[in-house]
């Protein structure tokens, strides 16, 4: 079966659960982030094993559902559960629910993750919005034969991150009180956390951030011509000259701490949208 195939079953077995349900926007729940799908009125969550072409996910900190609802009256399709280059998927796999929902009609993507901070004027437990990424996961979620019905061969990539959402993300923090910096993420395959010469390396190429998701699903997305917005809370300090262990334990803990921070500004963020 090819991709578009694909994508049209995956899409009409959702939507056989929620008929004539058109999102607005598509979230991805990072690590510990899923909690705004508690809140969703009228929420239908689909299991990724019952739809056909989704990859099971295998982490423990993440679930594995669908969940289609409203957050502030906006109708949002949003994965509890994502899937990691590190737990074997390929590229087009850990990717693949992001055509899915576009395919659905969510014109923007809201994605948020944990990460490592290196930037040393950040500190553990800070809200970021991404600005920029790098990708150094080795692979591509666009390679292979290219169809053009989803998108360009050769996408543009100078700017993955869209200004007017990261304005306005911006806006409603300053309003709310809540520190938000703009960072450049770099994408790791993982799963070993990174030595300290990995993360003088990255600190030296530009990095804020690392982190072992979200790239991929935006390369995809903006492939898609989607509006794309991604969020981090900083779990670990990656300071190279004082480099302590961590355990996944904490970094989970910190990113629940955080997380009705992230909450609060995306629910504003859905609320104001086109505002
Ligand atoms: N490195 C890579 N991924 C991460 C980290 C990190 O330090 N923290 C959270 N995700």
Do not use: W
């Amino acid at each position: 079966m090819n991709d578009p195939e694909m994508i049209q079953a995956s899409k009409e077995a959702i939507q056989a659960c929620v008929p004539g349900f058109v999102p607005e926007a598509a979230i991805i729940f990072g690590t510990g982030l899923s909690s705004l799908a508690e809140d969703m009125d009228r929420a239908v969550s689909i299991p990724y094993e019952e739809i056909p072409h989704f990859a099971r996910a295998t982490v423990e900190s993440h679930t594995g559902e669908l969940v289609c609802g409203f957050i502030e009256g906006r109708a949002v399709v949003a994965m509890k559960g994502r899937f990691h280059r590190y737990e074997g998927y390929d590229m087009r796999a850990i990717t693949h629910p992001v055509r899915v929902m576009h395919a659905m009609g969510a014109p923007i993507l809201i994605a948020s993750n944990a990460a490592g901070g290196m930037n040393p004027l950040f500190s553990v437990g800070d809200l970021c919005v991404l600005d920029d990424h790098i990708n150094l996961l080795g692979d591509n979620p666009l390679i292979g034969p290219n169809d053009e019905n989803l998108g360009p061969r050769f996408p543009d990539m100078s700017e993955p991150y869209d200004r007017a959402l990261m304005s306005a993300a911006e806006r409603i923090a300053l309003e709310e009180g809540i520190p938000l910096h703009r960072a450049v993420y770099a994408a790791v395959t993982g799963p070993c956390l990174e030595t300290r010469a990995e993360y003088r390396f990255l600190r030296g190429i530009g990095a804020d951030l690392v982190g072992m998701s979200t790239v991929p699903e935006v390369i995809a997305a903006r492939h898609e011509s989607m509006r794309v917005i991604a969020f981090s809370i900083i779990t670990d300090a990656c300071f190279p000259e004082a480099l302590k262990p961590v355990s996944v334990e904490e970094i989970i803990a910190t990113a629940g701490r955080a997380e009705p921070k992230l909450n609060l500004i995306v629910k504003r963020l859905l609320r104001e949208l086109d505002a």
